[in-house]
């Protein structure tokens, strides 16, 4: 990658992107246009659904195939002393091999003659040995034979005497395993440095790839803590969760030199957190509160200044955690390694994160700001991870979401400290919330699912999803909404005090929220946290809401695809649903739907034109809202009239809800472009995104050949007042097309959009820029 140079360049590439864009705009605009003047045909429209920015829910690696196997609980582990030793010389030609050896403390909790732990793809090494009871100087249980099961990836120790309960041995084993040049275990990487050829290996350990590279107990809820030595060329640096503490010389069988690399003893951690790096890049450096942040990178990208503001940004985001959690983080420094390539935006392990190069540098002579939004979000995300996923970290991969959702909604928390020209609320819903309310109609799965679900031949990288990820996010921001945030903030500090070096359910998590729910009188709640939370993390889908003006009756239902239900189908689920809303303009206090339907005679109207309800205010809950004829009409008359009237979030709500359940066959396509007649006044971005993403179909083309043109001339005029709008969001796309020729970013609208929020367009000029 080389540097850039000052002004806007834009290319053939990128003026053929630009005009496309404009094309399709403009397509969109006609679409519009036939829709009003013809639209008595059912919608066969398929609005597009992009997933959340950042980290939240990368493309995972392909799952393995092999099962997944529970161990015994008859040994626990308490510590590792592990070495791996890559056979890597730069320049070598492959194949490439690792050697290694781990000797694990376990404690015996039941008597047992077998001992089973993880292995997958290694070869044993060298005779396996236990020693102990460590009671017992000088004891040992002899091993009758070492068996590999591949298909439960388990190597399982035979033994002529027992482990007995109550008692401390150690398990020696060696091992072999291949360098591969895939994503998994420890991996090798080749790439480009100063037009030199490099090699380099890293370590991708989550969920379950720990087995391949040590034979261990790669289950989340065995922690224990490590002492990692590392042998490699010298001419490499190695990095690992913890500091160095030791380098020195050794020379093998053959008399070469290599260097090994001595860290100190880890905190108590889960095995899919542990990182090694072996590089030959140079870091930049700064300290935060004691904190030693190293940001290592290829050195041309350090010498550019490439990796400067992911360095000045990480800092103040930890201490904004610290501060806001109450909680330190426990660790005396932190590497951010920017890997060439990599298969996920970003992964949080203790000490040592590993990043796509893409997800951690930016051009510093560039003034455009959607890169900076994306570096914020992708590194306050694995900065998250450092307290909801490493100190405290779930059971079992069910509730992988106690990690990703959590983590997901402090990212937006901290990259809108960092970048405050961010419009947290505005992000959030048009990149977390919208998307994911499209996917989860579609997907039957719950946020938490059982454990006895995830056994088999279940892929736990399914559970890597937007469901997740950003339904994780979108339940924990509804929930700190109606409990406030200082309640919600006050359950988690408890929370991650109690369970810090160990492991939660989110159980765990509601007993918490209840504790302080119950130790104030402020917040009411209609049932215990955990009959709430559960309605929503334990069941498929959400709720839509339909409101009955007349009778101030609000009925509940599961929201799905009526043109594609089947006579078979149950959709029976109900909710307990926090509804914030507002009467004409004026917020009324919370209200709750605690069954399938109920009256609420406050929410009845007079018959004047200007009495209306709003329910869902802001998005503030995680479902949709079908209002009836009546309140339709107002809300569509009210946006007409004063837009602003309804706040920008609730516009964006009202849009992408109606056009959803026009497309579920809720209501009529008609109902929904009723509420797009106000557009030519609407000057917020974010808005507009939405409504190009439910007005550009895939079948578009098809769609404009059912319509007469006569009726497209005849509104074409009037909609042309909107043409110069959609301009705008067309030239911050345009803006970003270095993106594409540094091959870093996609053509997507929320880069452009987050472009222009950050440098200052929140809202579009009402002022023609022609």
Not at 26 to 38: E, F, K, N
Not at 582 to 590: C, D, E, F, I, T
Not at 609 to 617: A, S
């Amino acid at each position: 990658m080389g540097t850039r140079g000052g002004g806007l360049y834009v290319g053939r590439r990128a003026a053929a992107t630009g005009a496309a864009l404009l094309l399709a705009l403009l397509v969109a605009l006609l679409a519009l246009a036939a829709l009003y003047g013809r639209c008595r045909q059912k919608a066969a429209t398929q609005p597009l659904s992009p997933r959340a920015p950042g980290p939240a829910a990368p493309p995972p690696p392909a799952p393995a195939a092999s099962s997944v196997r529970r161990l015994p609980r008859h040994l626990l582990p308490l510590h590792y002393d592990l070495e791996l030793w890559p056979r890597l010389r730069p320049g070598q030609a492959g194949p490439f091999a690792f050697t290694g050896q781990v000797n694990i403390t376990v404690r015996c909790l039941q008597d047992t003659d077998t001992a089973v732990l993880h292995s997958a793809g290694l070869r044993s090494r060298g005779v396996a040995a236990v020693r102990g009871p460590r009671s017992e100087p000088g004891a040992a249980v002899e091993v009758a034979g070492l068996r590999q099961e591949e298909a439960g990836e388990v190597a399982v120790l035979e033994l002529r005497g027992r482990l007995r309960a109550g008692h401390r041995y150690v398990l020696q084993l060696g091992f072999q395993g291949r360098l591969e040049e895939d994503f998994d275990g420890l991996f090798l990487t080749r790439y480009t440095d100063r037009g030199q050829n490099r090699m380099l290996i890293a370590s991708q350990m989550e969920p379950t790839y720990a087995r391949r590279v040590y034979p261990c107990f790669d289950e989340p809820a065995m922690k224990a803590t490590f002492n990692i030595r590392i042998r490699h060329d010298p001419s490499y640096v190695a990095l690992s969760n913890m500091p160095a503490i030791d380098v020195s010389e050794v020379k093998d069988e053959n008399g070469s030199l290599w260097t090994v690399t001595t860290f100190n003893t880890s905190l108590k951690m889960s095995t899919y957190l542990t990182a090694f790096v072996i590089c030959d890049f140079d870091y930049v450096t700064k300290t935060e509160r004691g904190n030693e942040i190293r940001i290592w990178a290829r050195k041309e990208a350090v010498k550019n200044g490439y990796v400067d503001y992911a360095l000045n940004i990480t800092g103040p985001i930890f201490s904004f955690l610290e501060d806001i959690l109450n909680v330190s983080y426990p660790l005396p420094k932190t590497d951010l390694v920017a890997l060439p390539d990599f298969g996920a935006g970003g992964m949080e392990n203790w000490g040592l994160m590993i990043f796509q190069e893409a997800s951690l540098m930016n051009l510093p002579s560039d003034e455009f700001t959607s890169r900076k939004a994306m570096i914020a979000l992708i590194v306050s995300h694995e900065l998250g991870h450092q307290w909801f996923g490493n100190l405290v970290t779930m059971n079992w991969w069910n509730d992988l979401w106690l990690n990703e959702g959590l983590a997901s909604y402090f990212e937006y928390l901290g990259a809108t400290f960092v970048e405050p020209k961010l419009s947290l609320d505005k992000i959030f819903y048009a990149h977390v919330v919208q998307p994911v309310l499209r996917e989860d109609s579609e997907i039957a799965r719950s946020l938490s699912e059982s454990e006895d679900k995830i056994k088999g031949s279940f892929s736990l990288m399914s559970l890597f999803d937007n469901i997740t990820y950003s339904k994780g996010a979108s339940i924990t921001w509804m929930l700190s909404g109606f409990l406030t945030e200082k309640l919600f903030i006050r359950a988690l500090t408890s929370y991650l005090k109690e369970f810090s070096f160990s492991n939660a359910n989110q159980d765990d998590l509601w007993t918490h929220i209840q504790m302080v729910v119950d130790a104030q009188d402020e917040v009411q709640l209609p049932a215990p946290v955990k009959q709430i939370m559960d309605s929503w993390t334990c069941q498929n889908g959400f709720p839509v809401l339909t409101l009955n003006l007349t009778t101030g009756t609000i009925r509940q239902e599961q929201f799905f695809n009526k043109n594609n239900r089947k006579s078979t189908d149950s959709y029976n689920n109900t909710w307990i649903v926090p509804i914030a809303w507002m009467r004409n303009g004026s917020s009324q206090p919370l209200t709750w739907l605690d069954k399938s339907i109920k009256m609420f005679p406050e929410m009845q109207v007079s018959e004047s034109e200007y009495d209306w309800i709003l329910l869902n205010v802001n998005l503030s809950g995680y479902y949709r809202v079908n209002y009836d004829q009546l309140n339709l009409k107002r809300l569509a008359q009210l946006l007409e009239n004063d837009p602003k009237a309804i706040p920008a979030v609730s516009r964006f709500q009202l849009i992408d809800d109606v056009f959803a359940l026009a497309d579920f066959g809720y209501v009529p396509i008609e109902t929904a472009l009723e509420l797009t007649k106000y557009l030519a006044r609407e000057d917020e971005l974010f808005i507009w995104n939405v409504v190009l993403l439910n007005l550009i179909p895939d079948n578009l083309e098809s769609t404009l050949k059912n319509h007469e043109v006569y009726p497209l001339l005849k509104v074409l005029f009037v909609k042309m007042l909107m043409l110069w709008k959609m301009t705008i969001l067309l030239k911050c796309i345009w803006k970003n097309s270095w993106q594409q020729r540094a091959g870093w970013a996609s053509k997507t609208v929320w880069t452009s959009h987050l472009n222009c929020m950050l440098s200052g367009g929140t809202t579009l000029s009402t002022k023609s820029p022609f």
